[in-house]
């Protein structure tokens, strides 16, 4: 079946690094939507950024992602890691399920970014 | 920016016990999900609807059952609450999942 999957789980950068948060999927369709969401403590997860265009770059908020559907990943990188990024980060896949479309997660990795 | 509110936003019930979480949304989306959430295993989808009268069954429906009376109210019900169901729940709702789906706060359920 369609899945997700985040092979880390907990990621410890210093200010100032790159981050790089890995993600594959896999899936039976053809045109898949990809998401990340992020989950900051004590709020909602929301959406951070998505994509179902093959090899191009999608940005938002300082971070970026590419789907490549060769490989199935959509990997989310930032150049310079702040503490304020420091959260939990979902990886996403929209499925069709039924009557509509639903979300499967990944596991999640805890992006911890330390002075 | 779509509202979704849980209640309640903690609960300690006993086991055995019958546990009902609530979720409304103002937004009008037709599509509205529970999600469980534990360390190790992310979000997993437990029950969604596509409308008001409509529930599906998501990856882990055991143990749930959902009901969704209207455009804004999703319900999640634990019929015999179990200490495996100690967890964080969500209830998210969208217009479509390929577009963007906006969560709730949480609830954050033990069972002792």
């Known amino acids: 079946g369609d ?4 092979t880390e789980g907990l990621v410890t950068l210093t200010e100032g690094l790159p981050v790089m948060l890995n993600c594959t999927y896999q899936t039976i369709y053809s045109n898949p ?10 709020e909602s997860p929301r959406l951070l950024l998505k994509s179902s265009t093959d090899n191009k770059r999608t940005e938002h908020q300082g971070f970026h992602a590419t789907l490549h559907k060769s490989s199935s990943s959509f990997h989310l990188q930032k150049s310079s890691a702040q503490l304020s990024d420091s959260a939990l980060y ?3 896949l929209s499925r069709y399920g039924g009557s509509g479309n639903k979300l499967i997660f990944g596991t999640g990795t805890l992006l911890s970014v330390k002075p | 920016e779509a509202a979704v509110t849980q209640s309640p936003r903690n609960k ?4 055995g016990g019958k546990v009902t979480l609530s979720c409304n949304q ?9 999600y469980r959430q534990d ?28 009901s969704r009376p209207s455009q804004e109210n999703f319900s999640l019900i634990l019929e015999l609450a179990t ?3 100690t967890s964080v ?17 949480g609830t954050r359920l033990t069972v002792v």
């Not at chain 1, 939507?33 to 004590?42: A, D, E, G, K, P």
């Not at chain 2, 992310?42 to 959902?66: C, F, M, N, Q, V």
């Not at chain 2, 729940?89 to 706060?105: I, L, Q, R």
């Open chain 1, 33 to 42: 939507f990809l998401f990340w969401y992020v989950h900051y403590l004590n």
């Open chain 1, 90 to 92: 979902y990886c996403a």
């Open chain 2, 12 to 15: 300690v019930a006993v086991t």
């Open chain 2, 83 to 85: 200490p495996s169901q």
């Open chain 2, 39 to 66: 360390t190790g295993h992310g979000l997993r989808l437990i029950h969604y609807s596509y409308g008001a009268g409509s529930t599906e069954k998501g990856d882990i429906p055991d143990g749930y059952k959902a």
């Open chain 1, 3 to 6: 899945s997700v999957t985040q």
């Open chain 2, 89 to 105: 729940y969500f209830c998210a709702s969208g217009e479509d999942a390929n577009t963007e789906v906006f969560f709730g706060k």
């Open chain 2, 26 to 34: 103002t937004n009008n989306h037709n599509n509205m999900y529970w």
